[in-house]
C-alpha cells in the first residue's frame, strides 16, 4: 500500500546489542502504558484542588467544601470530564489494529506519544472545560493506539518462555505512571492557590511524551513485522541483536528465524481471520479475551484510581492528607505488580484471577462497611481512626488487584489468539476495556452521590460473578506454547493446516541443513508457530547476511 514503508533503519548503537536492547525495548515502550496510569493520577489530584474547580466548573469553593463533598459540581459534568478520554481510546483502539500492521509497531508508538504531547499542551493551557475535554479526548487518541500497539510489540519480542515476565512489565510501567502522578500531584499542590498546582502536572506529562517520542527512533522494529514485510535481511538482523547478542549464525536464532518467515508465509496461505471469523471459529477465546479485560474494570479498579483523592476525603482525610496518601497507594500498587512478574507463569492465570476475584470481594467489603461507619461520625478528628482503616483496606485492593487482574487480561489478549487473528483479537479485548472503563468512569460520581458506601458493595458483586466466570469458561493458558493454545481452546482446525505446518518443518529443517558447520535439525527436533513454507528468498537472506557479518568481522580482525 501507499503507506507502507519502502526502506527500514535501525539505529540503536551497537553496544546496547543483546539484553540491554532487549529489555530497554520493552521497558521504554511500556512508557506509553505509564502515560495512561499517569493521566489516570493527573485528573484525580486536579479533582480536589479549587483553583481547578473554579476554573472548570465555574464553582468558587474552599478546602473545607472539597473535602465534606460540597463542591456544587454537577457529578455528572465531572463523570463527562473523566470518561470522555475512554470514549476516543475505544475508537483508536480499533484503527489502532490495521495501523500497527500498516506503519509498523514502532511508527504507531511513535504517532501515540505525539497525540499524548499535544494532548498534554493543551490541557496545560486550557482556559475552560471545553479545551480541556478536548484535549482529553485526543489523550484517548494516544492511549487508543498505544494500548493496542504496546502488548504485540511485546508478545513478538519476548522470549516464549517469558510472555508473562513481559507483559507484567508492561503493567508495572502503567503502575508506575500512576505513582508518579500521584507523588507529583501531591508535590505541585503545596503551589496552591496559582493555577500551576493542577497545570505543572501535564507539563511532566509532555516530558515523559517527549522522551517516548524520542526513543522511538532508536526501538527496534519487531522481526515478525519486519519479516511480514520484506524485509528479510533486517529481520534476521533484528532477531539476532534481540536475543542472539548480534550473531546471525547461532542456531537458535536461525530456528527462530525460520519459524517467523515459516509463520508469515503461512498467515499469507490461510489469509488474515475476518471478524465473523474471529467469533465464529475462535468463539472461547473471544469470550475469554472480552470478559477479562470487562471484570477488570468491573472489578473496581477505576472507581477507586480515577477518584482515589476525592473517596480519601470522603473517608474523613484532609485533602493534603488525601493527596499524600494517594502516593503511598500507588507505591503499594506497584509492588503488587512483583508477584505477578515472577509467579503468574509458574502458577498459572487461572490461579492468579480466582484468588484475585476473592481477595478484591473481601477488600471492597472492608472499604464499604468502614465507610458505612464513618459516614455516621461527624466531620472532623473523630472520622480520622475509620479513615486510617479505610485507607488500610484500599491498599489492600491495589495490591492484589496489582497482582492478579491488572496483569492477567492484558496477558491473555495478547497470548490467546492465533496468529491470523491476532490483531483483531488484542483489538476486540483491549476495546472491551475501554468500553467498560468509560461505563465504570461515567457512572462512578452519579453512584457514588446517590448511593455512597453501598457503590462498594456493587462492586463486590461483580468479583463474584468473576469467580464464577473464570472457574467455568477460562481454561489454563500458562505452561503451552502459543501453538499448543487450540487444543486448549478446542478450536476447529483448518483442514490444509496440517499439511502446512508438515512443509514448514521441512522447509525450516532445509534452512538448517544449509548453514556451514550445522547439525542437521531433524522434524522432531523443531518446534514452530502455526506456519506454512519457507520461500528461497528467506534462506538467500541468511546466506547474505551471514556473508556480510563475516566480512565486517574479517575487516575489523586486519585492522
Known amino acids: 500500500m501507499f503507506f507502507r514503508p519502502k526502506t527500514y533503519s535501525a539505529r540503536y548503537p551497537q553496544w546496547m546489542v543483546g539484553r540491554p536492547l532487549l529489555y530497554m525495548s520493552s521497558a521504554l515502550a511500556s512508557l506509553g502504558d505509564a502515560m495512561f496510569g499517569y493521566g489516570q493520577g493527573s485528573i484525580a489530584a486536579a479533582q480536589v484542588q479549587p483553583s481547578f474547580i473554579r476554573r472548570m466548573f465555574g464553582k468558587e469553593v474552599t478546602m473545607a467544601q472539597i473535602q465534606a463533598g460540597q463542591t456544587g459540581v454537577d457529578p455528572f459534568i465531572q463523570a463527562i470530564t473523566v470518561a470522555c478520554l475512554n470514549l476516543t481510546a475505544l475508537l483508536a483502539s480499533f484503527i489502532a489494529a490495521y495501523l500497527c500492521d500498516l506503519l509498523g509497531r514502532r511508527m504507531s508508538v511513535r504517532i501515540g506519544g505525539v497525540m499524548y504531547f499535544i494532548a498534554a499542551l493543551i490541557q496545560v493551557f486550557a482556559p475552560n472545560l471545553g479545551t480541556l475535554i478536548a484535549g482529553r479526548c485526543i489523550q484517548g487518541l494516544g492511549v487508543g493506539i498505544l494500548s493496542m500497539t504496546v502488548p504485540i510489540l511485546q508478545c513478538e519480542i519476548a522470549p516464549a518462555h517469558a510472555r508473562g515476565l513481559f507483559v507484567s512489565i508492561e503493567y508495572i510501567c502503567l503502575n508506575i505512571g500512576y505513582a508518579v502522578s500521584a507523588w507529583v500531584g501531591y508535590g505541585f499542590f503545596f503551589a496552591m492557590p496559582s493555577e500551576i498546582s493542577w497545570r505543572g502536572p501535564y507539563i511532566v506529562q509532555a516530558a515523559i511524551a517527549l522522551i517516548l517520542i524520542f526513543w522511538t527512533f532508536f526501538l527496534p522494529e519487531t522481526p515478525r513485522w519486519l519479516a511480514q514485510n520484506d524485509f528479510q535481511k533486517e529481520a534476521l538482523i533484528t532477531l539476532a541483536d534481540l536475543h542472539g547478542a548480534g550473531n546471525v549464525s547461532d542456531p537458535k536464532i536461525l530456528a527462530t528465524y525460520a519459524e517467523i518467515v515459516a509463520a508469515v508465509e503461512f498467515e499469507a496461505h490461510m489469509g488474515q481471520a475476518s471478524w465473523r471469523q474471529l467469533f465464529t471459529q475462535y468463539t472461547r477465546r473471544c469470550v475469554v479475551g472480552i470478559t477479562c479485560q470487562m471484570f477488570a474494570q468491573l472489578n473496581g479498579i477505576n472507581a477507586i484510581l480515577y477518584f482515589l483523592p476525592s473517596n480519601l476525603t470522603r473517608a474523613g482525610f484532609t485533602i493534603s492528607r488525601s493527596l499524600l496518601y494517594s502516593g503511598a497507594c500507588a ?106 472503563n468509560f461505563i465504570i468512569a461515567f457512572i462512578t460520581p452519579p453512584l457514588f452521590n446517590a448511593i455512597n458506601a453501598g457503590y462498594y458493595f456493587v462492586l463486590v458483586g461483580f468479583c463474584i460473578i468473576s469467580v464464577i466466570v473464570v472457574w467455568f469458561v477460562y481454561p489454563e493458558t500458562a505452561h503451552h506454547t502459543l501453538e499448543e493454545l487450540g487444543e486448549v481452546f478446542g478450536d476447529k482446525v483448518m483442514d490444509d493446516e496440517g499439511h502446512a505446518r508438515e512443509q514448514a518443518e521441512r522447509s525450516a529443517n532445509a534452512i538448517q541443513r544449509e548453514r556451514s558447520g550445522l547439525p542437521l535439525i531433524t522434524d522432531s527436533e523443531v518446534t514452530l508457530q502455526p506456519s506454512t513454507f519457507t520461500t528461497p528468498a528467506a534462506k538467500d537472506e541468511v546466506s547474505t547476511v551471514m556473508k556480510e557479518r563475516s566480512s565486517v568481522v574479517t575487516i575489523a580482525s586486519d585492522a
Not at 341 to 363: E, N, Q, W
Open 331 to 436: 507505591l503499594v500498587y506497584c509492588s503488587g505488580t512483583i508477584p505477578a512478574m515472577f509467579l503468574i507463569d509458574k502458577f498459572g492465570r487461572r490461579a492468579f484471577l480466582l484468588f484475585g476475584s476473592l481477595t478484591l470481594a473481601a477488600s471492597l467489603s472492608i472499604v464499604g462497611g468502614l465507610q458505612y461507619y464513618a459516614d455516621s461520625l461527624p466531620l472532623g478528628s473523630a472520622r480520622v481512626p475509620a479513615a486510617d482503616a479505610i485507607f488500610f483496606g484500599v491498599c489492600l485492593y491495589l495490591f492484589f488487584f496489582g497482582a492478579t487482574w491488572g496483569p492477567g487480561p492484558w496477558l491473555l489478549g495478547a497470548e490467546i489468539f492465533p496468529l491470523r487473528a491476532r490483531a483483531k483479537g488484542m483489538s476486540l479485548s483491549t476495546g472491551t476495556n475501554w468500553l467498560f
